[in-house]
């Protein structure tokens, strides 16, 4: 089966900075791959998606890049605030099984 | 939509009690899955439903959890008898098919064994 792991754990960054988050991923098949957002004591939430027809895909401040050859993935956040301290999640698939998630990176943006 | 709708949010319990957790899925969504998150092992995926027929419950940790959905509205999550290792946040979430869409996850219950 899909094997997800997710790096940094955890992640400090200065208000303003830019974070980046990188999952690999073992199913050369997996064709899609979400991020969840999941703020202290709320529920995960997609914040953005990719599938494997795309190399990249932007919305706003985050963006999501696919590197099918070396099969990983990486959330970039740009300008981050304080609002973005929260674990996220990455997660793969080929479509014929359910999502595996990479085991989370806490992010902690400082003022 | 309220969207996915677990209850209760919070359960504390004596270990070797039954607890039953609910959930409700978002109408229309085909899917629903129960997770299980915890520090050390992350979102696990314990059991998933496609059209209330269960298609993968490898994820069951052994014979004390069951899960049921009767129907396209409700689906439970039973642990009979609770033992203080599966003290965890419980998440059920449903989405419009069981792979390649958006997951929309409820509030979770917050399960305490004692």
């Given at each position: ?14 208000e ?28 995960p939430?997609l ?7 795309v190399?990249?895909?932007k919305d ?11 099969k ?29 998630f ?10 | ?13 004596e ?8 959930c409700k899925?978002?109408?229309g ?6 997770y299980r ?10 059991i ?5 027929v269960?298609i993968?419950?490898?994820g069951m940790?052994e ?6 959905m ?10 009979q008898?609770?033992?203080?290792r599966d ?5 059920c ?11 929309f ?10």
């Amino acid at each position: 089966g899909e094997n997800v792991e997710q790096h940094p754990s955890t992640l400090s960054v200065q208000e303003g900075d830019s974070a980046v988050i990188k999952c690999t991923y073992s199913d050369s098949a997996s064709n899609y791959f979400p991020w969840y957002k999941q703020e202290l004591g709320k529920r995960p939430q997609l914040i953005i998606d990719i599938r494997s027809n795309v190399g990249e895909k932007k919305d706003q401040r985050i963006a999501v890049t696919l590197n099918k050859t070396a099969k990983h993935f990486s959330l970039h956040i740009t300008e981050t605030q304080p609002e973005d301290s929260a674990v996220y999640f990455c997660a793969a698939t080929e479509g014929y099984s359910t999502l595996t998630f990479g085991k989370g990176t806490m992010l902690l943006v400082s003022p | 939509d309220a969207g996915v709708i677990q209850s209760p949010r919070h359960e504390v319990t004596e270990m070797g009690q039954e607890v039953t957790l609910r959930c409700k899925p978002i109408s229309g969504h085909n899917s629903l899955f129960w997770y299980r998150q915890t520090m050390m092992r992350g979102l696990e995926l314990l059991i998933y439903f496609n059209n209330n027929v269960p298609i993968d419950d490898s994820g069951m940790p052994e014979d004390r959890f069951s899960a049921k959905m009767p129907n396209a509205s409700f689906s439970t999550l039973k642990i009979q008898p609770s033992e203080p290792r599966d003290s965890a946040v419980y998440f059920c979430a449903s989405s419009l098919g069981p792979t390649n869409t958006e997951a929309f996850f409820g509030q979770g219950t917050r399960l305490t064994v004692v």
